[in-house]
C-alpha cells in the first residue's frame, strides 16, 4: 500500500511539472506566428504571394507544398481574425495594423 501512494504521488508531481501555462503557451503562439510569417506564407498582392504553405520539408533544401489554398487560408484567416480581436484590446496600434494588412491580402488574394 506504501509503494502505490509512493508511485501516486511521484505521478502527480511529474504531471505538474509538465502542466502548460498560459505564459508558455503565449509564448509559444509567438514563435509558431513568426514561424508561419517568415517561412511558410509570403504577404503582399503578387501572383504567388499571400499563400499560405501547409507543410515544409527542409531536409532536401527548402520545399513548400502549397495544396488546397481555400482550406488553409481559412483557417489561417480566423486564426488572425482571433488574433485582431485580442491585440484590438491590449496592443499597440503597429501590431494591430499588421495583422489587418495581413488579413487584407489574404481576403485580396481569395476574391481572385
Known amino acids: 500500500m506504501k509503494k502505490t501512494y509512493t508511485i501516486l504521488v511521484l505521478l ?3 504531471f505538474q511539472l509538465f502542466a502548460q501555462t498560459s505564459e508558455k503557451n503565449h509564448e509559444k503562439y509567438w514563435y509558431y506566428r513568426y ?3 517568415h517561412y511558410f506564407s509570403t504577404q503582399g498582392e503578387g501572383v504567388y504571394q499571400s ?3 501547409a507543410r515544409r520539408n527542409s531536409w532536401r533544401g527548402i520545399n513548400s507544398y ?3 489554398q481555400t482550406l488553409d ?3 489561417y484567416m480566423g486564426v488572425l481574425a482571433i488574433e485582431y480581436h485580442l491585440l484590438s ?3 499597440n496600434p503597429d501590431e ?3 495583422t489587418l494588412t495581413e488579413l487584407y491580402y489574404i481576403m485580396k488574394h481569395l476574391r481572385g
Open 66 to 68: 502549397y495544396g488546397d
Open 89 to 91: 484590446y491590449s496592443s
Open 73 to 75: 487560408m481559412g483557417w
Open 12 to 14: 502527480v508531481i511529474t
Open 35 to 37: 514561424r508561419m510569417k
Open 51 to 53: 499563400l499560405v504553405s
Open 96 to 98: 494591430v495594423n499588421e
